[in-house]
């Protein structure tokens, strides 16, 4: 079942790069495994799936644990600053940045370890009041005080999109988060890299590649429905 989801979505993902013109060796398909067991990501390894989304530290960690094969871990949930030392060395790379405080904190833990963490910044595009992320205002001076930072690499930018029922409602948002990715790239700050484009879940990712991003995280098209309550 789970590899019949994966073969469809990896269909759809290649039918959106090729409506848009794009290679769709730019785009990696992240598996969303949170609140789903050990078994499920294993027959997502088998179809050759890499790369895995959790978005609490715990469950993170457990599965790392857990699951000895290199695979890339990418926290896309919001991070406590008092969590960050527990995976600043296995997540392959953080989505979740919204805050000074929480970058200098991954940088401090990151440069202990003798790493640099690569991270994404998180984007409130849509400026809905429930979700994290930064305003695009306070997107360009916050970079600038981060590209200080010497234990954090920016990779590029990540945003949640609303929910809705018509996918077609969030182009407008990520066309946005694309022109401010393309628009801080030509400012070329020092240590600050816009390559990636972290957009899209299950009901969206279409458009989102369309507008150019280059990770889409896909949980429940992929796993089924999340179970909160076990
Ligand atoms: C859960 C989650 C996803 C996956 O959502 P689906 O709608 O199940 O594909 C993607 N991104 C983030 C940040 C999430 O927390």
């Not at 599965?63 to 600043?88: A, C, D, F, S």
């Amino acid at each position: 079942m789970i590899q019949d989801n994966l073969k469809y979505v990896e269909d759809k993902i290649k039918e959106a790069c090729k409506r848009a013109g794009r290679n769709p060796r730019e785009v990696t398909l992240i598996a969303v495994s949170k609140t789903k067991p050990v078994s499920m990501i294993k027959e997502a390894m088998d179809y050759g799936i890499t790369d895995f989304g959790e978005n609490k530290v715990q469950e993170l960690c457990d599965k790392t644990e857990k699951i000895k094969e290199p695979l890339k871990w990418h926290m896309i949930g919001h991070l406590q600053r008092n969590k960050v030392k527990y995976i600043v060395d296995k997540a392959a790379l953080i989505h979740s940045v919204d805050s000074w405080r929480l970058a200098e904190k991954i940088s401090q833990e990151a440069e202990k370890k003798n790493i640099v963490c690569p991270i994404l910044i998180e984007v409130n595009i849509a400026e809905e009041e429930s979700k994290y992320g930064v305003r695009k205002e306070e997107l360009l001076p916050l970079l600038e005080e981060i590209s200080q930072l010497k234990g954090v690499q920016v990779k590029g930018l990540m945003t949640i999109a609303p929910f809705v029922e018509n996918p077609q409602e969030n182009r407008k948002y990520f066309r946005e988060l694309h022109n401010l990715y393309i628009d801080i790239k030509s400012k070329n700050i020092d240590n600050v890299n816009m390559s990636e484009l972290s957009m899209g879940m299950t009901g969206d990712y279409e458009a989102a590649i369309e507008e150019g991003a280059t990770y889409v995280r896909v949980g429940t098209g992929i796993f089924g429905e999340r179970n909160y309550t076990i």
